[in-house]
């Protein structure tokens, strides 16, 4: 259905639209960043939400295609509710955007607005090294040169305002229409990575059905979600929702599809493992003890704790950490790396350096573990086929 605001694609004329409508959005668009950045990662400081709202802000505003390098950066820091605060964010903005336009009778252009969010998004997603940080801002009006075209291509028309799932379903579509269906999928069964190509075999409206092997069919049942790796059509990452699983034909139907900026369990340069049984976890620091926990998983470069404990302990700070493995009971020193904020628990992502000794201990358990793992996962492959 057609709006009341005109539709002008006349660049000089949408700008008469679009910058009074962010300069007047501001205030309400900072309030609810901060209110959802605080909501959905308690770790984030209000005055820190505050100013990545104002630094985000100003990038949309900026008609020449600059992004704050303050957002850009942050953006990287380990704080992954930041996509999802980001997403729905500009969903917020494209909403009061159509709203604005037809109370003051201006003309309207949503293509404009999108093409400068998803501008803004994907250029926040590229490697570091793909621009130069050197000034404040960072140059995002050459980001469809570095990411995939088809990433971008829309048909926005009068009445039908596109959303991300949308274009992602159109891209799907191009897949199958090039012949070039394969993208790999990854998920992790306690701690192991499982990762295998799989086939678009069907588009349907909103879903869309993958050919697999059988293990990552398994996997993905006991996971309860999808995660599908960018490729030569996606610039980021892919998590969906399961539809339906077939194992007399391993196929899948995933729905729901939508971006990620991150997926950590790809960058770890080793296999890191769920303990067998459950093993409480003391960090001391400076000499007393800090918190306790349970461990969550371990590698032999770093572990995890699960903890309802945070008493501000920050990223950075040298921890030591005293826990039982293999019936022995170990003492490790390592580094802050992460602190992940959950519904009522926060988890503690840390960096090791155990000594030899103990390093061939936690290799020998990881080798153990990963043959019971893996043992368990066909164990329950067969309980499908």
């Known amino acids: ?61 900026n008609a020449q295609g600059k992004v704050s390098k303050k957002l850009f950066v942050a953006v990287r820091q380990n704080h992954p509710s930041i996509d999802f605060v980001m997403q729905k964010s500009m969903l917020y903005c494209v909403e009061n955007y159509v709203q604005f336009a037809q109370t003051h009778a201006l003309p309207l252009n949503v293509s404009l607005l999108c093409e400068r969010l998803y501008q803004l998004i994907d250029t926040l997603a590229l490697p570091a ?71 678009v075999i069907e588009v349907l409206d909103e879903n869309v059905i993958f050919q697999m092997s059988p293990l990552q069919t398994i996997a993905m049942l006991l996971e309860n979600q999808a995660f599908l790796v960018k490729n030569s059509y996606f610039p980021n990452h892919l998590k969906a929702d399961i539809v339906h699983i077939d194992f007399k034909t391993n196929r899948v139907t995933l729905s729901a599809f939508r971006y990620i900026h991150t997926m950590p369990a790809l960058q770890r340069d080793g296999i890191r493992v769920y303990p067998a049984k459950t093993s409480t976890i003391a960090l001391y620091q400076s000499d007393a003890l800090y918190l306790n926990g349970i461990l969550h998983d371990i590698s032999t470069q770093g572990l995890s704790i699960l903890s309802n404990e945070k ?63 893996m043992a368990k996962l066909y164990a329950e492959l067969q309980k499908y086929v």
Request: proline residues 4%.
């Open 311 to 373: 008493e501000g302990l920050h990223t950075g700070e040298d921890v030591l950490l005293e826990f039982e493995l293999q019936e022995e009971k170990v003492s490790i020193h390592g580094k802050v790396v992460t602190i992940l904020s959950y519904t009522n628990s926060f988890r503690y992502c840390i960096h090791i350096v155990p000594n030899e000794g103990i390093s061939k201990m936690i290799a020998t358990y990881i080798e153990q573990r990963e043959k019971e793992i």
């Open 129 to 199: 090294n793909a621009l130069s940080l050197g000034s404040d801002t960072l140059e995002y009006h050459d980001v469809m040169g570095k990411l995939p075209s088809k990433a971008f291509q829309s048909d926005l028309s009068d009445d039908v305002l596109l959303s991300p799932r949308y274009e992602i379903m159109n891209i799907f579509q191009t897949m199958l229409t090039e012949n070039q269906q394969n993208m790999y999928c990854f998920n992790l069964y306690e701690g192991i990575p499982i990762s295998a190509e799989a086939r």
């Open 1 to 61: 259905m057609k709006t009341n605001a005109c539709l002008n694609n006349d660049a000089n004329t949408v700008d008469e639209s679009l910058t009074p409508f962010l300069e007047a959005f501001k205030p309400h668009f900072e309030d609810y960043f901060t209110s959802l950045c605080t909501t959905f990662d308690p770790t984030i400081e209000a005055y820190s939400a505050k100013e990545l709202a104002i630094a985000l802000h100003q990038s949309l505003l």
